[in-house]
C-alpha cells in the first residue's frame, strides 16, 4: 500500500510538473490573459477533467505560476547575496539587484506574469505573498544590518509623509527609522521600473551599455535608502560613493 501511494505521489508530481510547463509555453506564446486550462488539457492529450484534479481553475493554475515565478526570482537572489554575504552593504545590494535583472532577462515571460500588467478577472490571493517578498525581505536586510552597524543616512520626510511612513514602517520594518523604510519601498520600485523598462524593450535605441547602466542605477538606488559610506578595503562593490556616514 505504502508503494502504491509512492507511485501515485510521484506520477501527480509529474503530471502537476508537466502541467506547469505547458502553461508556461502557452504563457510565451499567447500571454496570461489566454492561458486556457482545455488548451493545456488538448496539448498534453489530457481530458479537460482529468487536469481539473490538479488545478480546478484557471486561476488556481495562474497562482501555482505566479508563486514558482517569485520563489525562482527570490531564490536567485538569495544565491547571489550569499556569494557576497561577508561584503559591505552596498556590494550586497547591488549584488541582489543585479540578479534579480538577470533572473528577469532570462525569464522574461514569467517576470511578465509577477510584474507586468494585471491578468483581467483574476486577483493574487494571500499565498503567494511568501515568494513575492523574498527579494523585499532580502534588501531590508541588508539595510537592517546596515542599520544596526555604521548605521544609515536619513532623508527628511515632509511633514504631510511622516503619519504614513511611521505606518509602512509599522508594518514592513519596525526596528527601522521611519525615513528608510520611505527609501526602501521607493528603491523596490524604482528597481522593478528598471528592469521591466529593459525587459519589455523601452530602453531599445536609449540605452546601449545595459549592464554598466544597471548597476550604477543599483548604486544610486544603495544611495538613496542611505547606504552612502565606504566599502571595506577590498570590497568589489561599485564605487562613487560618498563618506556620509550616519547613526542609528
Avoid at 561584503?87 to 533572473?103: D, K, T, Y
Avoid at 511611521?166 to 528603491?187: C, H, T
Amino acid at each position: 500500500m505504502t508503494t502504491a501511494r509512492g507511485v501515485r505521489a510521484r506520477a501527480r508530481i509529474e503530471v502537476t510538473a508537466a502541467i506547469k510547463e505547458e502553461a508556461r509555453r502557452q504563457l510565451a506564446a499567447e500571454g496570461a490573459a489566454k492561458l486556457s486550462l482545455r488548451a493545456v488539457a488538448r496539448e498534453l492529450g489530457m481530458a479537460s477533467s482529468a487536469l481539473y484534479r490538479y488545478f480546478p481553475s484557471r486561476d488556481d493554475l495562474l497562482t501555482a505560476l505566479i508563486i514558482d515565478a517569485y520563489d525562482s526570482l527570490g531564490e536567485s537572489a538569495e544565491t547571489a547575496h550569499a556569494e557576497v554575504a561577508t561584503a559591505g552593504p552596498r556590494e550586497r545590494w547591488i549584488a541582489v539587484c543585479v540578479a534579480a535583472r538577470h533572473w528577469a532577462l532570462e525569464h522574461p515571460h514569467e517576470y511578465a506574469l509577477i510584474y507586468g500588467s494585471p491578468v483581467p478577472g483574476y486577483t493574487a490571493p494571500q499565498t503567494t505573498v511568501p515568494a513575492a517578498s523574498r527579494v523585499g525581505l532580502l534588501l531590508i536586510g541588508i539595510v537592517r544590518d546596515a542599520h544596526q552597524g555604521k548605521g544609515v543616512v536619513r532623508t527628511p520626510l515632509p511633514a504631510g509623509l511622516r503619519a504614513e511612513a511611521r505606518r509602512m514602517a509599522a508594518d514592513l520594518a519596525p526596528d527601522l527609522p521611519s525615513e528608510a523604510v520611505v527609501a526602501l519601498v521607493a528603491a523596490w520600485s524604482q528597481l522593478y521600473g528598471l528592469i521591466g523598462f529593459e525587459v519589455f524593450g523601452q530602453f531599445n535605441r536609449v540605452v546601449e551599455d545595459r549592464e554598466e547602466f544597471f548597476r550604477h542605477a543599483a548604486d544610486q538606488l544603495a544611495h538613496a535608502v542611505g547606504l552612502v559610506y565606504p566599502e571595506p578595503a577590498g570590497a568589489t562593490g561599485a564605487t562613487g560613493g560618498r563618506s556620509d556616514r550616519a547613526g542609528s
